[in-house]
């Protein structure tokens, strides 16, 4: 793992060493949970107000957080569920925050998608403009986004990896936040749009919510994630 020059560049010296065979890892602070493949090492460099973790071994590299969202952070766990899709710019804007990955500030976005398979909806993006090509991914909860970026040094093609990585963030609260987004009524723009369909409790819950934004701007780029 190659992140350890992170230390400069986010200016906090709390660390914590990860259990290559532990699967299941949780943050300190509680904020962030994933499942860490076998060897993986985890680093904690931030935790308040962002949540910072270096996670990877000496070919593979991920940087995972949780940046709080002033703007879904009265919002249920419902519409969470359904935060819009981010724009290439919006993408472009998070990837430059990441300086040790885009030092020169010149993320592309070279591919995105929406995954909606599993019950919190995952969005996906590739990227261009680092050292090697970079994949990322955003989830959202009430008040936070859930993020991580990832590359490889060298070895075998790590993308079934990272994509199994992806799915795997969370947080603690995920059974709760899950409870009570099934428990939640379904939006009647939604059920308007499909009449003919399940009754409206059993309608998946995936309109998206207007004007849902990242909370990281080019504008306050030094004082985001990176």
Same mark, same amino acid.
């Given at each position: ?56 071994? &000496? ?74 090509? !970079? ?44 409870? &009570? ?34 909370? !990281? ?10």
């Amino acid at each position: 793992m190659r992140g350890l020059a992170l230390a400069a560049v986010i200016g906090v010296g709390m660390t914590l060493g990860g259990v290559a065979a532990a699967r299941e890892w949780t943050s300190p602070n509680g904020r962030i949970t994933f499942d860490a493949p076998s060897g993986w090492v985890m680093e904690v460099r931030a935790s308040d107000p962002q949540t910072v973790v270096i996670a990877g071994n &000496a070919n593979n590299e991920c940087y995972v957080l949780a940046v709080p969202n002033a703007g879904t952070a009265n919002a249920t766990p419902g519409a969470a569920r359904r935060m819009a899709t981010p724009t290439p710019e919006q993408w472009t804007s998070v990837a430059n925050a990441m300086r040790p990955m885009f030092p020169s500030q010149n993320a592309t976005v070279t591919g995105q998608s929406s995954d909606s398979t599993g019950f919190w909806p995952i969005q996906r993006a590739e990227f261009s403009g680092a050292e090697r090509p !970079v994949m990322g991914a955003l989830q959202g909860r009430p008040g936070v986004d859930l993020m991580a970026f990832c590359w490889t040094y060298g070895g075998p093609d790590a993308t079934a990896t990272y994509e199994s990585f992806f799915r795997s963030l969370g947080t603690p609260n995920d059974a709760a936040l899950q409870a &009570a987004a099934a428990a939640e009524p379904v939006p009647q723009a939604q059920a308007a749009a499909a009449p003919e369909q399940q009754p409206a409790e059993e309608q998946p819950q995936r309109r998206q919510r207007r004007g849902r934004g990242l909370t !990281v701007e080019p504008s306050n780029a030094a004082a985001s994630p990176m």
